[in-house]
């Protein structure tokens, strides 16, 4: 073949919209790559393709049915938002449940975060192109979704929290299923976790992607896995005690590589950390009484007053705040941060300079919850502007 | 760098079964407890409204029971919960919250179909017809 003729392409920025709705993309997120060639120069977060208006939705609903309202929030963390809106309920009636029932929420909130952590892993496996392992791990995942159906009565939504305490109890029987189950999935998951440590194709696609130093993640305050994966040791459970957390012994897991590898590696290692909690739970249940409240016998009113609690959710820290004025029975306020909020909008820093293949890993390794952190914005469609007005202002209806 | 050993798990696939469960041939197994179809007992239901008053997901419509139903004395109301399985979540606050009892719990949950199920072809049934 001879070349007659060399037409020289000039490097220009292309724009790529990789999202809302994209193969690779398992959330309706919009990500505006800038790219020059191969190369991102530039990534614009774009939010707002899942919206509910949930939390106008809990200022209209009672403080009871409320619980319910905030567990459909997201599918993957439902029992730690139901945990952290009762614990501000619990915070607000100066109620405590008993060591049976903090117990048994810490177990709902463990076997969460192991089918949690497995999910986004899995995912990740089908993002780098192993889908075999994608299989592997979801058929695997299975068991822990088995034992949350044994302990709550629902594969996904669990519906476990209530106020002073938990919604069932578990006797003898169903204690040593969830307990075999889990030591069944144990090995697996150690397997697994030496699939990503091993594995050329997984190894090659993560290592070294979206490096996040302990300076970035601090100053753009990540939180969970993403701000662990750096070196952080930012924690709610460790910080706040809640529950039962300063009871059962378990580690902090961290790691100082701070890319993308790093932090699938830290929920696997959380994944076993959960695992040995859980059975630790399991072996260790206090019987102090009975962990149901009944109820019909909860308090009705709320006196006034405000709470703030926070709960290490899957994907980091979740705060939830609640006021009440006292006079209704709905709450006045409740709002909802989120981790992914954090994660998401802030870590558009990290993808420049990295080929525009890995974008979808490096999103993937924050693990991306969009249903989770969509909350209000306000856009002005006649104008064509987007602008920001005081709580007071969007209250009142006044422009 | 080491590969994972796959060969043993390979053999074991071949002679295993499949996970997948054929659904509508073979039903999943789920527990006796499992959060599945709930319906009003109308021998205890006193149609005091509070199931529908609590319900989150607003399923629940109280609803006259038809005439050709005896009634218990102590519904006077002759009303009764209507659930609407399309809308309903599951969560069984309806059944905690009733002050007697009357919800049955069951471990049904294929209810996916033509027509839209409501609990009126459960409840009714634990009603005697007028003359028999």
Partial sequence: LGVTKIVEIPVVTAEIPVGPQHPALHEPLLLKVYAEGEEVVKVEVNTGYNHRGIEKLCERNTFYRDIFVVGRVCGICNAVHANCYVRALEQLLDLHPNKRAQYLRVLAMELERVHSHMLINAVMAEIVGFETLFMQIMLDRERVMKAKEILTGSRVLADYMMVGGVRRDIDEEKRQRIRELLLKLKPRVEYYRRVFEEDETIVKRLVGVGRISYGEATSHSLVGPTARGSGVKIDSRVSDKYDAYGEIPFNLVTRSEGDSWARMMVRWDEALESIEMSIYILEHLPSDGNPVPDEKRLPRRFPPGEAYTRVEAQRGELTYYLMSDGKGQNPYRVKIRTPSFNNIINSAFMYIGYSLADVPVMLTSLDPCISCMERATVIDLEKNTRYRLDLKQLAGGKL | ?132
């Fill in chain 2, 1 to 132: 760098v080491k590969r994972p050993r796959l060969l043993g798990l390979v053999l074991k696939n071949l002679v295993s079964k499949p996970a997948t469960i054929q659904y509508p041939r073979v039903k999943t197994p789920v527990e006796p407890d499992f959060r599945g179809v709930q319906y009003a007992d109308l021998g205890k239901c006193t149609g005091c409204s509070l199931c529908a008053i609590e319900c989150p997901a607003d399923a629940i419509k109280m609803t006259p029971i038809p005439p050709e139903y005896e009634v218990p004395k102590t519904n006077p109301r002759r009303i009764y919960p209507l659930i609407n399985y399309g809308k309903c979540v599951f969560c069984y606050r309806c059944v905690k919250v009733c002050p007697t009892n009357a919800y049955i719990a069951t471990n049904k949950y294929d209810i996916a179909g033509v027509s839209r199920l409501t609990s009126e072809v459960f409840s009714l049934t634990t009603l005697r017809r007028v003359g028999s």
